[in-house]
């Protein structure tokens, strides 16, 4: 018996022996097959940083119904719905210097809004440091209060014809709206300032102007009793014209305007004085024009809130009728008017904002009277 367990150990031993032998002749075989083969490559890529862009998207609309009649010399009537404005834009903070916003707007004009009638609202580069902002694009330059104040935020609906007068076809065109060029402001305490350098002409995208318009602005803001201020400024503007001319008053000849305003605030009371005067030289077929806008609202606590404007506009050139205002049935050419707005605006949310006003305006001069009534219904969205 002990001999046969001998054997059995034996003959383990020997096959455990071979076993281990065979499985080192195939580890062998595997790393000599494997030395054949050339060393696997590492590669690293490295891929730079890519920045960080704050980017937003903002648009909103103003769907308006108008109904508007005038009589006198020239009576006529138009009413029914318009898209007053359709904007949509994009802004972009690439660094805490650096951003750049642009944004389109589709303008109803006189006959409803269309793509063929908008236009580039602003296409700007931002550069801000301590000192100030320095912006090199297409903006309204600061002058005439309604016009570059955001759409969104006027008490009432409608420029004022004061206001409209100068920013149109029969006033100073590029006194007032978009112009191409470089703008800087800035603000030490209380105060602010700014100018700018840029193309003559109005909406001018592609140098078909050959002349520059200058404008310099400054404004103090005077601290009251509890929350009240008062902000007292004033906007200038320079423009040298152009002797080829494209059909804009202001192109053929020098013309400046100085506009002083006060706007004061108290709590969820607004009340703004806004004056203005501009002349030229006589080859720019525009005489002396004054005017001024009083306007005043106050914000209720059920969001309701009422709206109060009076108006006032010479222009000394006998081409002013009611259709400077948009949407508004024209009458007669005359020298001067005079209008008077009363509105409401309510406020469902920060997104909406539904308004309803009416403006009488009185127009004379000319040897003869005309008058004109606008009622407006808009329901503004944006975000």
């Known amino acids: 018996m ?25 580890n062998a075989a595997q790393l000599a097959q494997a030395e054949k083969k050339p ?3 590492t590669i690293t890529l490295t891929i730079p940083d890519i920045p960080k862009i704050d980017l ?10 108008v109904t508007s009649h005038s009589s006198g010399s020239n009576e006529s009537s138009k009413s029914g719905f318009a898209i007053r404005r359709a904007n949509i834009g994009v802004s972009a903070k690439i660094d805490e210097n650096w951003s750049a916003r642009v944004s389109y707007e589709f303008d109803s004009k006189d006959s409803g ?57 029969k006033g100073p065109v590029g006194l007032a709206g978009r112009h191409l060029g470089v703008y800087w402001s800035g603000k030490v305490e209380d105060f602010t300032y700014g100018t700018s ?17 200058f404008s310099a602005n400054a404004g103090y803001t005077l601290k009251m009793q509890g929350d009240a201020k008062l902000l007292l400024a004033l906007n200038s503007i320079f423009n040298h014209g152009d002797e080829g001319g494209i059909g804009a008053k202001t192109n053929r000849g020098f013309t400046y305007g100085f506009e002083p ?29 004054l ?28 081409d ?20 008077y707005y009363l509105g409401v605006n309510y406020y469902p949310n920060k997104y909406v904002k539904v308004s309803a006003g009416g403006e009488y305006m009185h127009l004379y001069g000319n040897g003869g009277k005309d008058d004109s009534a606008s009622f407006r219904v808009q329901l503004q969205v944006a975000f």
Do not use: W
């Not at 005017?291 to 969001?303: H, I, K, M, S």
């Open 2 to 26: 002990k001999t046969k367990h001998a054997f059995l150990i034996s003959s383990a031993a020997l096959f455990a022996a071979g076993t281990a032998l065979a499985q080192e002749q195939a």
């Open 39 to 41: 060393a696997a490559q």
């Open 56 to 65: 937003k998207v903002s648009a909103f609309t103003q769907v308006q119904y």
């Open 113 to 169: 809004g269309s793509v063929g009638s908008g236009y580039i609202d602003k296409a700007l580069i931002e550069y801000k440091n301590d000192f100030g902002t320095l912006q090199v694009g297409c903006r309204k330059v600061d002058f005439m209060l309604e016009e570059y104040s955001s759409a969104l935020s006027l008490p009432c609906m409608e420029s004022s014809i004061a206001t409209s007068y100068i920013v149109g076809d």
């Open 197 to 213: 350098f840029t193309n003559a002409v109005a909406n001018d995208y592609d140098k078909r102007s050959n002349n520059y318009a």
């Open 261 to 289: 305003y006060a706007k004061f605030t108290s709590g969820a009371f607004t009340a703004i004085l806004d004056c203005f005067y501009v002349d030229a030289e006589s080859k720019a077929d525009l005489g002396r024009t």
């Open 291 to 318: 005017g001024a806008n009083a306007t005043v609202a106050y914000r209720l606590e059920n969001d309701f809130e009422p709206v109060a404007r009076l108006s006032y506009v010479n222009t000394h050139n006998d």
């Open 320 to 339: 002013l009728n009611a259709s400077a205002v948009k949407n508004v049935s024209a009458s007669g050419d005359h020298s001067n008017a005079h209008s």
